[in-house]
């Protein structure tokens, strides 16, 4: 099992321009999280998506849009690229209300 | 509201010595606690849980916390260091009162075990 996998590991964009960062899961977790980590902020929650065909809004989601795919799969999709946006994005999934979170190894965005 | 606070941003210790990480929170039900490590250039990794029963929870490479419901905290502990063990170290705290699926995490401290 590859676990959490995310694409790309790092980027690089101009102001206004758009990406999706891409996760995906193999092991059949319902549950998945796009999380962004800036230096002593922690971890801070964008969107997140339930199940399949579902998806809430966290913490931060001014300036993201996210798809869940399908199961395996969850997107997080910048329309236009702020500097406010350079960090460290972590995907996560999770099965099962008592069950902890298994995270991805990151994608390093800089918005020049 | 849901919050937790890690009040060390760093915590230094020498090797062979106990540490403690500090974890305190605040919800309005009773609380499901994580502790995650994190390794530089890496993702987070979990440790152990609290969900319920005894308040002593035991996790993975020799780690444990202890739950304190009327000091409202969460602290990380190990009896002896290893070098190997310097990284950032996250608390993280679900509300199931508020019935979603989401973690509030701290913001982090970094833990530096020296030889």
Known sequence: NAGVTQTPKFQVLKTGQSMTLQCAQDMNHNSMYWYRQDPGMGLRLIYYSASEGTTDKGEVPNGYNVSRLNKREFSLRLESAAPSQTSVYFCASKQGYYNEQFFGPGTRLTVL | ?115
């Open chain 2, 1 to 115: 509201a849901q919050s937790v606070a890690q009040p060390e941003d760093q915590v230094n210790v020498a090797e062979g010595n106990p540490l403690t990480v500090k974890c305190t929170y605040s919800v309005s039900g009773n609380p499901y606690l994580f502790w995650y490590v994190q390794y530089p250039n890496r993702g987070l990794q979990f440790l152990l849980k609290y969900i319920t029963g005894d308040n002593l929870v035991k996790g993975s490479y020799g780690f444990e916390a202890e739950f304190n419901k009327s000091q409202t905290s969460f602290h990380l502990k190990k009896p002896s260091a290893l070098v190997s063990d310097s990284a950032l170290y996250f608390c993280a705290v679900r509300d199931p009162l508020y019935n979603t699926d989401k973690l509030i995490f701290g913001t982090g401290t970094r833990l530096q075990v020296f030889p």
